[in-house]
């Protein structure tokens, strides 16, 4: 059996679950609501403040999708609870960010500065040389951060870049002279 896959996901007072036929899964909480669609061949069901997940059969697919299932209900959970938050630093001389609305600033050295807008329920926060990307669905906000730190990623010489808070960027030696 799946370690995680068979593990009950603790629904919290606050949180409602509501499970739909094909696996259509809502869940609100003080933050928000999430809904997702589950893989069908999953059987999710409610027993009490705990969410169940099992399998089928044994076939590798379905051992796949059933730590899944799980994983992504526990994520939505957390996400209507606590939320998620992503944090990004940026490190370079006249590199900066700049937020006004939702609209986030980049200048990183390119001829021109490169402007990004907040997607629908997410809030990036700048502060100084960080940024932080806050919302409730986990996939969101790792795919948000994941597109600003493309627009200049760091790189192994000096280190210049966005790179995420608790990233290590592996250093090079730069070239030495001919005698």
Do not use: C, F, W
């Amino acid at each position: 059996m799946s370690r995680i896959g068979r593990m009950p996901i603790a629904v919290p007072a606050d949180v409602t679950v509501t499970i739909a036929e094909n696996n259509h899964v809502t869940v609100k909480g003080p933050k928000g609501t999430l809904e997702r669609v589950l893989p069908a061949e999953m059987e999710i069901r409610q027993e009490g403040a705990e969410i169940l997940v099992s399998r089928p059969n044994d076939l590798k697919k379905m051992k796949s999708l059933h730590g899944l299932t799980r994983t992504l209900i526990n994520n939505m959970i957390i996400g209507v609870t606590q939320g998620y938050t992503k944090t990004l630093e940026i490190n370079g001389v006249g590199y900066r960010a700049a937020k006004s609305g939702k609209k986030l600033t980049l200048t990183l050295g390119y001829s021109h500065p490169v402007e990004m807008t907040d997607p629908e329920g997410l809030e990036s926060v700048v502060d100084g040389n960080k940024i932080t990307v806050k919302g409730i669905d986990k996939e969101k906000v790792g795919q948000y951060a994941a597109e600003i730190r493309s627009k200049r990623a760091p790189e192994p010489y000096k280190g210049k870049g966005i790179k995420y808070e608790d990233e290590v960027i592996r250093r090079k030696v730069g070239k030495t002279g001919k005698k």
